[in-house]
């Protein structure tokens, strides 16, 4: 079975400084992990994903996430956090076999001007 | 544009109407998926359909049912709507190929009184 474990349900940062959003998964196989995030009243809108190669990856609005294998981690980073990044971050996991995305109880970033 | 709409935003319903939520992309995805997320944040996977035709329900028991007729319509239907059907529904579609994400319509926030 595969499961996604989201440990924080509020982190707080001051806008300028560095987030992070911790994210750990278990998956039976080969993990492919997403990240996405929710603004209030919105569907959930795809930042990142990993799928294979390179550790770290990159996605929109300056986010990027560190696959670690032997942490089984997948954490969500930004240098510079915006107040603008204040929203839901869901983490997600699929491996295969499976039908459907494994969603993460999901962490509210809250950042303070 | 490529899109997934949900229709409608927002219901409020009396207990025992018949209520269907709709659920269109115009992206040609295969996958469609129906997600019921409570105040708690978390999304549980209610129905999925991998083709015309072919549905399967999710992790979350529901008294739900749903329909996939066409490719691009994936609609969902509550009989006899009660108060615990009270939730935000999400619809979310991605391609039969790859490792793709799921893209996410807006939402319908459905209360039951």
């Known amino acids: 079975a595969q499961s996604v474990a989201q440990p924080e349900d509020q982190v707080n940062v001051a806008e300028g400084n560095p987030l992070t959003v911790k994210c750990t998964y278990s998956?039976?196989?080969?993990?492919?992990l997403f990240w996405y995030v929710q603004y209030p009243n919105r569907g959930l809108q795809f930042l990142l994903k990993y799928i294979t190669g390179d550790n770290l990856v990159k996605g929109s609005y300056g986010f990027e996430a560190e696959f670690n294998k032997s942490q089984t981690s997948f954490h969500l980073k930004k240098p510079s956090a915006l107040v603008s990044d204040s929203a839901l971050y869901f983490c997600?996991?699929?491996?295969?076999?499976?039908?459907?995305?494994?969603f993460g109880s999901g962490t509210r970033l809250q950042v303070q001007p | 544009e490529a899109d997934i709409y949900q229709t409608p935003r927002y219901l409020v319903i009396g207990t025992g109407k018949k209520i269907t939520l709709e659920c269109s992309q115009t992206m040609g995805h295969d996958k469609m998926y129906w997600y019921q997320q409570d105040p708690g944040m978390e999304l549980h996977l209610i129905h999925y359909s991998y083709g015309v035709n072919s549905t399967e329900k999710g992790d979350l028991s529901s008294e739900s049912t749903v329909s996939r007729i066409r490719t691009e319509h994936f609609p969902l239907t509550l009989e006899s709507a009660r108060p615990s059907h009270t939730s935000q529904y999400l619809c979310?579609?991605?391609?039969?190929?790859?490792?793709?994400?799921?893209?996410f319509g807006p939402g319908t926030r459905l209360t039951v009184l």
């Open positions: 997600a996991v699929k491996d295969t076999g499976r039908r459907a995305l494994t």
């Open positions: 979310a579609s991605s391609p039969s190929y790859g490792y793709n994400e799921q893209f």
């Open positions: 998956v039976s196989g080969n993990p492919y």
